[in-house]
């Protein structure tokens, strides 16, 4: 379902995911699941682009560690710059949500 969102918005959804604290990828994925009652459900192939580019933009950091289960996993941790990002990526998804609702409110 991840292709079905706003460009940028699957960035926008992962720096606010990593608000909560370092996580890996599959915790990501499943936050959102969870969080959006299964209706975001995230392949391999969109979030881990997505957190390639908040790392080479500096907006995320990671770091190997191991997961609940043992096994070794990228943790993924949102930096000051991220937080910045996230605070303008929030006002520019809020403006679009607003110039959609005026166009369906006057259709």
Same mark, same amino acid.
């Given at each position: !379902?991840?292709s079905e969102l !706003?460009p940028?918005? @699957?960035?926008?959804?992962?720096l #606010?995911?990593?608000? =909560?604290g370092p996580?890996?990828? %599959?915790g990501? &994925?499943?936050y ?6 299964q209706?975001l459900?995230? $392949? *391999?192939?969109? @979030? ?9 933009? $500096?907006?995320?950091?990671a770091?190997?560690? &191991?997961?609940e289960t $043992?096994?070794r996993?990228?943790? %993924? ?7 910045r =990002?996230?605070k *303008?990526e929030e006002?520019e998804?809020?403006r !679009?949500v607003?110039?959609?609702? !005026?166009?369906l #409110?006057?259709?």
């Open positions: !379902m991840a !706003m940028g918005t @699957l960035d926008l959804l992962v #606010k995911t990593l608000t =909560r996580l890996h990828g %599959y990501i &994925a499943q959102l699941l969870a969080a959006s009652a209706h459900q995230v $392949g *391999e192939g969109s @979030l881990y682009p997505a957190l390639q580019r908040l790392l080479v933009n $500096g907006w995320a950091e770091e190997w560690k &191991a997961s $043992g096994r996993a990228r943790f %993924y941790k949102l930096t000051s710059a991220g937080r =990002r996230l *303008e006002q998804f809020d !679009m607003d110039a959609i609702r !005026m166009v #409110k006057t259709s």
